[in-house]
C-alpha cells in the first residue's frame, strides 16, 4: 500500500521553528524527487521547497529561501522541512508529494497543518 504521511506540524509562535516529516510507505522515497507544498485558506497550492533526491539539489520558494531547508533521511524513508523563522504568512496545509520536480507528482500526503501565530 502506497502512502505518504505528513506529520510534525502545530501552533508557533511568529519567529518559531517547526520540523514537518513526510515519510514513505509502499515505496523507496529516494527514488523520487520529493516536493513541500501549501495551501492557506482562499490561496492557491503553491510549492515550497523541492530536493532532487538523485543528486540532492534543493529548491525554494523566494519567500522562504534562507528559513525552511528541505533534507532527506533514506534510512528512514523520509523528506524532512524545518522552517525557522515562521511568520503568520507561513500558515497553511502543508502537503508532500514524491514524484518529479517538472512533474507530476504522483503521490500526495494528506497534509499537516501549521499555524503561526
Known sequence: HVQLVESGGGSVQAGGSLNVSCTASGFTLERDDVGWFRQAPGKEREGVAAIDTGDGSTYY?????????????????AVYLQMDSLTPEDAASYYCAAGLICGPFRYWGQGTQVTVS
Open 61 to 77: 520558494l523566494n519567500s522562504v529561501e534562507g528559513r525552511f531547508t528541505i533534507s532527506q533521511d533514506p534510512t528512514k524513508n
